[in-house]
């Protein structure tokens, strides 16, 4: 779609404009990350420091609205990563089985250096493919990002857009494969480099469950309807994609109840 992709390329050479697309989209992922702190809190008070994680949520409340407010876009990574940081250090309390082989101290890529970043990156470009896909579908260009650094080869607006996904679909259902034990040490081999993957075995089981989840149902919480989780990158792709021609005042990030 050429005019709408016309439209989309003007807005990005526009900063005023795309910081406000980038700070609802931040403001969504810190909100879908508080989202998943207070779950916890719900289904299991007795099995984490119930005191450590609503100081917590209370913080990530606070970094959620400072982003939707953010004007700048060099302030918005730096709340970003506040966010990040406050999220990412409750995770290993969040893994309540086979702890001796799933446990979470940092966040490490290429290569994922355990069996939990293993998980955390092949979800990830899981999903990050479902939204290239979106995008495409409905005449956006994946490659031009709102909040993500433009480079060639990279698809910066898909990237922006599983931010809003990456708590509340991705970690949870990592955290899921883990507590369920649905994967388990067998499932992951050691590289030479000490980089940590998932085997033949791993895959299979993972992506099988991936399908599974994928045909659950919930509702949106902008369009009030039923929809299926695999659906979700097409709704928000949809969304933006009619944000950007004007159809609608601003985009209705995603976020998660």
């Known amino acids: 779609n050429i005019l709408l992709r016309r439209q989309q ?22 909100h879908n990350s508080n989202s998943v702190i207070q779950r916890a809190l719900r289904d299991h008070p007795m099995r984490i420091d119930e005191q450590r994680f609503m100081n ?5 409340k606070t970094t959620s609205m400072q982003a939707f407010k953010c004007t700048n876009a060099d302030s918005l990574r730096g709340i970003e990563g506040e966010a990040a940081n406050i999220y990412f250090s409750l995770f290993d309390d969040l893994i309540l089985q086979q702890k001796e082989d799933f446990y979470y101290s940092s966040r490490s890529r290429r290569p994922p250096m355990d069996n939990v970043n293993a998980l955390l990156s092949f979800v990830y470009s899981l999903m990050t493919s479902m939204c290239v896909s979106a995008l495409e579908s409905v ?8 909040y993500h650094t433009e480079r060639p080869g990279r698809c910066s607006l898909a990237l922006d857009m599983v931010e809003e996904f990456r708590a509340c679909v991705c970690d949870r259902f990592v955290l899921t494969l883990i507590n369920r034990k649905i994967l388990t040490y067998k499932d992951f081999h050691e ?8 085997n033949d075995s791993g895959r299979k089981k993972l992506l099988s469950a991936w399908q599974t989840k994928k045909r659950e149902t919930l509702t949106h919480p902008f369009l009030n309807e039923k929809v299926e989780i ?26 998660w109840k």
Do not use: W
Not at 9 to 30: G, M, Q, T
């Open 56 to 60: 917590s949520s209370e913080m990530l």
């Open 230 to 255: 695999g659906m979700l990158p097409y709704v928000q792709a949809m969304l933006l994609a009619r944000t950007i021609r004007g159809d609608m005042e601003s985009y209705p990030p995603y976020m």
């Open 191 to 198: 590289q030479e480099n000490h980089g940590v993957l998932l």
């Open 9 to 30: 390329y003007r807005l990005c050479d526009r900063e005023d404009e795309k910081i406000s697309f980038a700070a609802n989209i931040i403001c969504a992922k810190i």
């Open 139 to 146: 005449g956006l260009d994946p490659y031009c990002g709102v």
